[in-house]
């Protein structure tokens, strides 16, 4: 007789979250026999506050479900078909591992090229063993521009990017300005405490194109153009300086460049920028009195702004607001984007190797770069990225990934839509099947988790494969950390105060900065420049822009295309991860005008255009966006349109003003209703 396995009791075990999010939880996870239950929130980071976003609620199905990748295969039927069979990991590795040993012995190992971005935040699944690979190799370089590239020239070029306002400490200011993000589906922590501040007598200004949950709780909603932001934040500093709002004695001490952001704003009127914004000039000296007036007074800046032609200046002038007003020196007072840079842990020091000299490309233009490439890419290796559902150009990249002589190999949890178009997929483990370090952006946490459940079927972590991959070619060298511990320690020891971070990690589960979890800035912290000081006009970037620093490109529209399309976050997914969890056809939201005005009634089939593609779904009428915008949401998968394109098929690979970024904002299309 058969005996039966017992069957264990379900038991909580403590993690950490490091996705593409802000606010680093403190993760409670059940598990049993091998499989995770639930996911919640706890309260070791304190920002967590014992509850967690919708999205990894569900990391459950994600880690266990239909489209999980159990095992390695290679393609047998034609690409994009998702047609493969099982093979092992030493056939699968021992082809890939072959082709790009011979494409380094022929001196071709620029016809590699890594990509990879933010399916995981943790410093051990990227830039450890695989940058080791890469570079050794002398593959080609990757700019991973797709998200934050404009922001954080922006804020690096004026501020060294400066350590911003915690979290936490937002209840303390008296005026609060959201520009360019949505919190309540990404990066939901902060939203307790705007609402908090809101309860005691703070004002919250919202400035977005579409009438987001908290625009609709906020004192003062500004629904601007998308791309205007620019003209916006520079009517705001000509005013401030005109009215004598500005802080002199301040800008003297701390900042140089202040009499020149004086001059390029003040052409800038409310009246002007009012014009080009598509908004009343009234609301925007409202929200310049309220700020000139208030203190504490803090912006939440977020990456919608950078998202166009002029998203870095537009930044840039955003992050000048606090300076010109003197805002700063006191708790609740100032700004914050991105805390990544506090840190100064560098995963690629555990690498053990420099970056190479060789070609770097824009990841943003990969679809190019896979087409018209000289010498070619023979060999693209994807991880942590989904490259067909997120970047530019899309239908370039799909044919890109349909050339019969690139050998595309996908190493991911999940049978993307990137994976259907590979010729070895490779099965990655989800960050609850691997150790992991990670640090928040928003949160000042630096938190280590280790696995709760073993590697689901054959899957493997990042670090491993990555290490085996550079012994099969011949590149690993006897002593390198390859474990996630010694990778960790290795982080660590590189770091100064690495050895009480590493005390206060096996304390205390989580180590914060050298200044602590609630820094005041120009108190606790200061610009993280050569000087010291702000640097609100700094050379090398007004060198790069194409129209100088602050110097505003009109709208790419046209009588053809007079649509703004947006794909901003939702609470569905973490950029496209997730993305297989929604399985129902997501609709394109479209203002009641617009919609009568092409005839298109709620839930009508339509076909929305461009001359760089097109994509087609239903229609959702709504009054929660401006007149003139769109939106389609950001991740989407093939599956949820029809036809398989998706608003990323409708953005152009042009770049932006700072940092090569990406200008999904700046898709113009048409809509049309589709009436066979």
């Given at each position: 007789m058969a005996r039966v396995a017992p069957v264990t009791?379900?038991?909580?075990?403590?993690?950490?979250?490091?996705?593409?999010?802000p606010d680093a939880c403190s993760l409670d996870v059940t598990v049993q026999d091998g499989r995770v239950l639930a996911v919640g929130g706890s309260r070791v980071n304190p920002v967590t506050d014992g509850y967690i976003c919708a999205k990894v609620r569900r990391f459950p199905e994600h880690v266990h479900g239909a489209a999980r990748v159990t095992f390695p295969q290679v393609r047998i039927g034609p690409k994009g078909a998702g047609e493969f069979r099982r093979v092992s990991w030493?056939?699968?590795?021992?082809?890939?591992?072959?082709?790009?040993?011979?494409?380094?012995?022929?001196?071709e190992g620029e016809a590699i090229l890594p990509l990879s971005y933010g399916g995981s935040n943790g410093y051990l699944s990227q830039d450890t063993t695989d940058a080791r690979l890469f570079s050794r190799l002398g593959a080609l370089r990757l700019a991973?521009?797709?998200?934050?590239?404009?922001?954080?020239?922006?804020?690096?070029?004026?501020?060294?990017?400066?350590?911003?306002?915690?979290?936490?400490?937002?209840?303390?200011?008296?005026?609060?300005?959201?520009?360019?993000?949505?919190?309540?589906?990404?990066?939901?922590?902060?939203?307790?405490?705007?609402?908090?501040?809101?309860?005691?007598?703070?004002?919250?200004?919202?400035?977005?194109?579409r009438r987001t949950r908290l625009a609709q709780r906020a004192d003062l909603h500004i629904p601007l153009m998308p791309g205007t932001d620019?003209?916006?934040?520079?009517?705001?500093?000509?005013?401030?300086?005109?009215?004598?709002?500005?802080?002199?004695?301040?800008?003297?001490?701390?900042?140089?460049?202040?009499?020149?952001?004086?001059?390029?704003?003040?052409?800038?009127?409310?009246?002007?920028?009012?014009?080009?914004?598509?908004?009343?000039?009234?609301?925007?000296?409202?929200?310049?009195?309220?700020?000139?007036?208030?203190?504490?007074?803090?912006?939440?800046?977020?990456?919608?702004?950078?998202?166009?032609?002029?998203?870095?200046s537009a930044v840039a002038a955003v992050l000048a607001l606090p300076a010109v007003a003197g805002k700063f020196g006191v708790r609740g007072g100032g700004y914050t984007l991105s805390n990544s840079a506090v840190w100064e842990l560098d995963a690629r020091t555990a690498a053990r190797t420099p970056a190479p000299a060789t070609r770097e490309v824009n990841m943003n233009l990969v679809g190019r770069e896979l087409l018209a490439a000289q010498p070619p890419i023979r060999l693209l290796f994807v991880y942590n990225a989904n490259p067909l559902a997120t970047l530019p150009n899309q239908e370039a990249v799909r044919r890109g990934l349909l050339r019969e002589d690139l050998l595309t190999v996908v190493f991911d949890p999940v049978m993307t839509d990137t994976a259907r178009y590979a010729d070895v997929v490779l099965p990655a483990t989800t960050f609850l099947e691997r150790d992991e370090l990670s640090r928040g952006y928003g949160a000042y946490v630096l938190q280590e988790a280790a696995a709760v459940i073993p590697p689901v079927g054959e899957s493997r972590p990042n670090h491993e494969v990555f290490a085996e991959l550079c012994r099969?070619?011949?590149?690993?060298?006897?002593?390198?950390?390859?474990?996630?511990?010694?990778?960790?320690?290795?982080?660590?020891?590189?770091?100064?105060?690495?050895?009480?971070?590493?005390?206060?990690?096996?304390?205390?589960?989580?180590?914060?900065?050298?200044?602590?979890?609630?820094?005041?800035?120009?108190?606790?912290?200061?610009?993280r420049t050569a000087d010291r000081k702000i640097h609100l006009v700094p050379e090398a970037l007004d060198r790069e822009a194409p129209a100088g620093l602050y110097g505003y490109r009109a709208d790419p529209g046209s009588a053809r295309f007079p649509l703004a399309l947006l794909s901003p976050a939702t609470d569905r997914t973490i950029s496209?991860?997730?993305?297989?969890?929604?399985?129902?056809?997501?609709?394109?939201?479209?203002?009641?005008?617009?919609?009568?005005?092409?005839?298109?009634?709620?839930?009508?089939?339509?076909?929305?255009?461009?001359?760089?593609?097109?994509?087609?779904?239903?229609?959702?009428?709504?009054?929660?966006?401006?007149?003139?915008?769109?939106?389609?949401?950001?991740?989407?998968?093939?599956?949820?349109?029809?036809?398989?394109?998706?608003?990323?098929?409708?953005?152009?690979?042009?770049?932006?003003?700072?940092?090569?970024?990406?200008?999904?904002?700046?898709?113009?299309?048409?809509?049309?209703?589709?009436?066979?």
């Open positions: 009791e379900p038991r909580r075990v403590a993690s950490a979250c490091p996705l593409d999010c030493d056939e699968a590795l021992g082809r890939v591992a072959g082709e790009m040993r011979r494409l380094a012995d022929a001196g991973r521009t797709v998200c934050a590239a404009p922001s954080t020239s922006a804020a690096v070029g004026l501020y060294g990017k400066m350590a911003g306002i915690a979290l936490s400490d937002y209840v303390f200011s008296r005026l609060i300005i959201v520009w360019g993000v949505n919190p309540s589906v990404s990066g939901i922590h902060i939203v307790p405490y705007l609402l908090e501040a809101q309860k005691r007598g703070a004002r919250l200004v919202v400035v977005d194109p620019l003209p916006v934040a520079l009517s705001i500093i000509r005013w401030i300086f005109e009215s004598g709002h500005a802080a002199e004695a301040f800008l003297r001490d701390h900042a140089t460049g202040s009499e020149e952001l004086r001059r390029r704003a003040a052409s800038w009127t409310f009246e002007r920028a009012a014009d080009v914004a598509g908004v009343a000039p009234g609301a925007i000296e409202q929200l310049a009195r309220w700020y000139a007036e208030s203190s504490p007074a803090a912006i939440r800046c977020g990456w919608g702004l950078e998202r166009n032609r002029n998203g870095g099969r070619t011949g590149v690993a060298a006897p002593g390198e950390p390859e474990s996630a511990r010694d990778l960790a320690d290795a982080i660590l020891a590189a770091h100064p105060g690495g050895a009480a971070m590493r005390r206060d990690l096996a304390e205390g589960a989580l180590a914060y900065p050298g200044f602590g979890p609630v820094p005041i800035q120009f108190v606790d912290v200061f610009p496209s991860t997730l993305g297989e969890l929604v399985l129902e056809p997501v609709p394109v939201e479209i203002h009641p005008r617009d919609a009568a005005e092409r005839g298109i009634a709620d839930g009508d089939r339509v076909r929305i255009f461009n001359d760089w593609g097109e994509a087609r779904c239903r229609a959702r009428v709504t009054e929660h966006l401006r007149p003139g915008v769109v939106f389609l949401s950001k991740g989407l998968w093939s599956h949820n349109t029809e036809g398989g394109a998706t608003g990323n098929a409708l953005v152009p690979d042009t770049l932006t003003d700072l940092g090569g970024g990406a200008c999904f904002n700046d898709s113009r299309v048409e809509i049309e209703p589709i009436r066979t």
